[in-house]
């Protein structure tokens, strides 16, 4: 069984011609680099940054973003440099599939289903939470028999209808139209562009000096597991996670690296683009920078206006203002908070309808399941598939119980799509390369080994239930999608 058969670049673009399965060519590099920020920029600048100063780092939040920031780096040169060379739909599957072969292609697309629709769920949650305490701010209110709850006041049979109506909503306007759904998209990030430049304006007139001694807080206990709750690299080599001091900082760049989550997601949609060599690069590099200088800058106000020992992690932005006597502006945070969000979802199940149209395309799951509509020029009978999984799970499961899944998803992806740079750049060394990941191989292999080491960090129920999900994925790839493979057809035609 020759599962390390490999999908040329040749056969790769050939197959986004196939009438079939054609999508329509609309995003511009503005288009790319908002898409990035509407799925980065979303519940990490408004909770993670309080959170993680709290608790890891202080005002040493700051040097632990910028670390992050490094790492993360690393993985978009990686991506912009394949996203440009593979401009197909699929992100790091159709990379892994012209690389390292059909059954890790397989591993990474089954994979990045499991990030994406995850990922889209628990933001889903999120996004209720912030809907229903910005209604109860402005006097109106939502029946707790019918919005989100965490796993303590949870009960089977409980749904989350907010939840469920937003997925809803947005699954109708993905399947309508790539570009229509962007429209929408660029007006939210809009919204929340603003409000957090509100954050950081109107937030420097209440900072104090005071509150940055010191800068890096004295080192403290580190925070130990135990059970299947531990990191696995603590079980493993009996390494803590430690808190405040210098340590304490690299710890807190392991946690705040998952707020950089979704820049990935714009080489999904490579195949739409209107000038993907040119565009993607952007696109990606400079959503990420972008991103990179707003956590900065609002991690540097929050620990300004409040001591970081009295931040509070659940809501560092609005209890901030409230904490210096501006409680009015809490509503429009919460406000902020769920326009940007809903850019976050969307982005979201819009990744996983492309990843699943890819292998969809490629055979590994049915012909029939990703033909698009002639109409709309999307895959609509994938996306609503998505959007009905997407929905289930954000609408019946408790809130707090599969955050991590989304992290070592998104770490296995980055890991194979670094290690894959130096391999095409041996295997097809005459390809057109209109972006090139400076130092390679040496930059590629020092991104695989700081995403290896951020997945280490996670804890080993993460990596359990991973095996779990793996385990059916290998299941449907033996049964069906090895003896479908388009690949496997040229192959017995020659």
Known sequence: MNVLRTKSIEQSLEDTDDPEFKLKKKLTAVDLTVFGIGVVIGAGIFTLTGEVAADYAGPGVVFSFMIAAICCAL??????????TVPVAG?????SYATLGELVAWIIGWDLILELMLGASVVAQGWSTYLVTFLDEIGLGWPDSIGPADSEHFSWGHVNLAAVLLIAVLTTLIAVGIKESLRVNLVLVGIKLFIVMFVIVAGLFYVSGANYHPFIPPASDPISGSGLTQPLIQWAFGIEPQ???VLGVISAASVVFFAYIGFDVVATTAEEARDPQRDLPKGIIFSLLICTALYVAVALVITGMVPYDKIDPSAA???AFRDVGKSGFATLISAGAVAGLTTVVMTLIIGAVRVLFAMSRDGLLPHAFGKTSPTTGTPVRITVTIGVA????????PIDKLEEMV???TLTAFTLVSIAIPVLRRSRPDLERPFRVPLSPVLPIVSALVCVYLMLNLSIETWLRFLVWMVLGFVIYFAYGHSHSRVREVEKAR
């Open 390 to 397: 997407v929905a289930v799970i954000a609408g019946f499961t």
């Open 75 to 84: 993985a978009a040169l990686c991506y912009a440099e394949f996203a440009s």
């Open 243 to 245: 808190t405040f001091g």
């Open 407 to 409: 992290n070592i998803g």
């Open 91 to 95: 992100s790091a599957y159709t990379f």
């Open 317 to 319: 932005l609005a209890t």
